[in-house]
């Protein structure tokens, strides 16, 4: 569980969705959705994280909350109906995955950061970073 998860937290990130039209409509309570989401959803300090597909754990800080934040709301966008038939818990599991291991969250996120833009690495490779300076390499 995400460091600032508490049963209120959870309980009122559902409440703000039980109460939103649906997300395709733009409302002022699907604003407030946003703000929950954020404030409930989003890492706040540090997590390790394992992006779906990866075998390692990758660090995550408040950096990439908003990496959270649209993956999170984006899920719950495309699964408004399903979304609504969760219990708060489940509901949390969910988003909070979403938001840190899932393609657009931020665990993908600092693990891109964190190979400097490279492609083609595959998975479980170990990726090491030398100093150059001093070898004559160009």
């Not at 959803?41 to 990866?54: E, K, M, N, Q």
């Not at 190979?115 to 004559?136: A, C, F, I, Y």
């Amino acid at each position: 569980m995400n460091a600032n998860d508490t049963e209120a937290d959870r309980q009122g990130l559902w409440e703000a969705l039980v109460r939103c039209p649906p997300l395709s409509t733009q409302s002022p309570d699907r604003d407030r959705l946003w703000l929950v989401v954020r404030d409930c959803i989003c890492t706040r300090g540090t997590a390790a994280v394992t992006p779906l597909g990866s075998s390692s754990q990758i660090l995550v800080t408040s950096e990439y909350a908003s990496d959270e934040l649209i993956a999170a709301m984006s899920w719950l966008r495309a699964h408004d109906d399903d979304a609504r038939k969760l219990r708060p818990l489940e509901l949390f599991i969910m988003l909070r995955g979403v938001a840190t291991r899932g393609a657009s969250g931020s665990g993908r996120a600092a693990q891109a950061d964190a190979l400097h833009g490279m492609t083609g690495v595959e998975q479980g490779q170990p990726v090491r970073w030398r100093n150059l300076d001093g070898t004559g390499a160009a």
